[in-house]
């Protein structure tokens, strides 16, 4: 049985943005999940399905191999329900944008985990067809050394917080409810620092500028992210840092424009060449010249199709194609023997089999004013 469209399963448009994803998403979650479906196997399977269809569409990457490939794109594995766990994660981030200021941000009792940082780098068309390493320097908060990212002075250490007792949130009631809170002593840490590192101030990080260096495989895509693991900003006092996400943004080539996996450049022709037929050298990305046989005759607009000579497909040793178009170049600047030659040429006569395609046009144009007078 085919699987149902992932934009049919959350009710959106296929130009859906992020934000009209996630509320269709929570609505479903929300109707949906087996929590509130108690020994509801068709609710537990409709739940299935949202979560996965989220999962794969908030993701840009996902997302744009799912619109180019459909779920083809994830056979053998994908990143969807198949008994993983992205959707109830999905669901879990839904969960805590909600109601996280009730309950407690995840790893609240450590201090929080670091911020996210994103760095946007733009590279040639070159790196990404070849792939390359690129050095990238990140303004961001590290560990400091000076107290080993703890927050506290050399021989002293954090104490647990009096006021939560180390849990890092306190509980207050209202009217029938009780409601957990991060503490406003410890700020979620569970822990204080009597004597603060004189560094950092207690915070456990320092302002300070990382070089990191990234790798970009070859066949990357503009607007491709990277994500490095932990290379985000430290947490307070030794939580654990975020993650730092790379966005790739190919500048503009001179002479060759990319659609997907396959390259086309526009190749000026002398007129000669194209009327009597011939050979060209032709630019590839790899920096070498492809010999192209012009038949006589070729007409601008002309493609000329080089297979495996266009962009590397990533993850694949494969290459799309190179596509070639002609634009047949009108002499200028001539001399008067070749004006008188040209001439000659045109006083020869046989404009309908040398020249048909204008012939033909300025004959139709004849019989469409004619048609018009009857």
């Given at each position: 049985m085919a699987k149902q469209d992932y934009y049919e399963i959350l009710g959106v448009p296929r130009d859906a943005d992020q934000d009209d994803l996630k509320k269709a998403y929570r609505?479903?979650?929300?109707?949906?999940?087996?929590?509130?479906?108690?020994?509801?196997?068709?609710?537990?399977?409709?739940?299935?399905?949202?979560?996965?269809?989220y999962d794969v569409l908030k993701d840009d990457?996902?997302?744009g191999a799912y619109d180019r490939y459909g779920h083809a794109?994830?056979?053998?594995?994908?990143?969807?329900?198949?008994?993983g766990?992205?959707?109830?994660?999905?669901?879990?981030?839904?969960?805590?944008e909600m109601f996280g200021e009730v309950m407690g941000r995840r790893g609240g009792g450590s201090g929080g985990r670091g911020s996210d940082l994103r760095y946007n780098l733009e590279i040639s068309l070159e790196?990404?067809?070849?792939?390359?390493?690129?050095?990238?320097r990140v303004?961001?908060?590290?560990?400091?050394?000076?107290?080993?990212?703890?927050?506290?002075?050399?021989?002293?250490?954090?104490?647990?917080?009096?006021?939560?007792?180390?849990?890092?949130k306190v509980r207050a009631q209202q009217g029938f409810f009780t409601i957990e809170r991060t503490c406003p002593n410890c700020g979620g840490s569970g822990r204080i620092i009597e004597r603060p590192c004189k560094s950092c101030g207690g915070a456990g990080r320092v302002r300070k500028e990382k070089?990191?260096?990234?790798?970009?495989?070859?066949?990357?895509?503009d607007g491709t992210r990277i994500r490095l693991t932990g290379e985000g900003e430290a947490g307070l006092r030794g939580s654990p840092p975020g993650d730092l996400y790379i966005f790739l943004a190919i500048t503009p080539h001179r002479f060759f424009q990319r659609d997907g996996a396959n390259i086309h450049c526009r190749v000026p022709i002398p007129m000669t060449t194209a009327a009597l037929g011939g050979q060209i050298e032709v630019p590839t990305l790899d920096g070498t010249f492809a010999k192209v046989s012009v038949p006589s005759g070729t007409q601008?607009?002309?493609?000329?199709?080089?297979?495996?000579?266009?962009?590397?497909?990533?993850?694949?040793?494969?290459r799309g194609d190179l596509y070639i178009q002609a634009v047949v170049e009108t002499p200028m600047n001539l001399t008067k023997r070749q004006q008188e030659l040209l001439r000659e040429f045109e006083g020869a006569g046989g404009k309908d089999k040398t020249s048909p395609e204008s012939a033909g046009f300025f004959q139709k144009v004849k019989e469409f004013w004619s048609d018009l007078r009857e």
């Amino acid at each position: 049985m085919a699987k149902q469209d992932y934009y049919e399963i959350l009710g959106v448009p296929r130009d859906a943005d992020q934000d009209d994803l996630k509320k269709a998403y929570r609505k479903l979650a929300m109707r949906w999940h087996p929590d509130r479906n108690p020994g509801d196997s068709e609710a537990e399977q409709k739940f299935k399905e949202v979560s996965e269809a989220y999962d794969v569409l908030k993701d840009d990457q996902k997302r744009g191999a799912y619109d180019r490939y459909g779920h083809a794109a994830f056979e053998g594995g994908g990143p969807g329900g198949g008994g993983g766990r992205g959707g109830f994660e999905g669901f879990a981030d839904i969960f805590e944008e909600m109601f996280g200021e009730v309950m407690g941000r995840r790893g609240g009792g450590s201090g929080g985990r670091g911020s996210d940082l994103r760095y946007n780098l733009e590279i040639s068309l070159e790196d990404a067809f070849r792939g390359s390493d690129k050095t990238i320097r990140v303004p961001t908060h590290a560990a400091c050394e000076a107290c080993n990212g703890s927050g506290a002075e050399a021989g002293s250490r954090p104490v647990t917080c009096p006021t939560c007792q180390g849990h890092g949130k306190v509980r207050a009631q209202q009217g029938f409810f009780t409601i957990e809170r991060t503490c406003p002593n410890c700020g979620g840490s569970g822990r204080i620092i009597e004597r603060p590192c004189k560094s950092c101030g207690g915070a456990g990080r320092v302002r300070k500028e990382k070089t990191l260096s990234v790798a970009i495989p070859p066949g990357v895509e503009d607007g491709t992210r990277i994500r490095l693991t932990g290379e985000g900003e430290a947490g307070l006092r030794g939580s654990p840092p975020g993650d730092l996400y790379i966005f790739l943004a190919i500048t503009p080539h001179r002479f060759f424009q990319r659609d997907g996996a396959n390259i086309h450049c526009r190749v000026p022709i002398p007129m000669t060449t194209a009327a009597l037929g011939g050979q060209i050298e032709v630019p590839t990305l790899d920096g070498t010249f492809a010999k192209v046989s012009v038949p006589s005759g070729t007409q601008s607009g002309h493609q000329f199709r080089l297979r495996g000579k266009g962009m590397s497909v990533l993850r694949s040793s494969s290459r799309g194609d190179l596509y070639i178009q002609a634009v047949v170049e009108t002499p200028m600047n001539l001399t008067k023997r070749q004006q008188e030659l040209l001439r000659e040429f045109e006083g020869a006569g046989g404009k309908d089999k040398t020249s048909p395609e204008s012939a033909g046009f300025f004959q139709k144009v004849k019989e469409f004013w004619s048609d018009l007078r009857e």
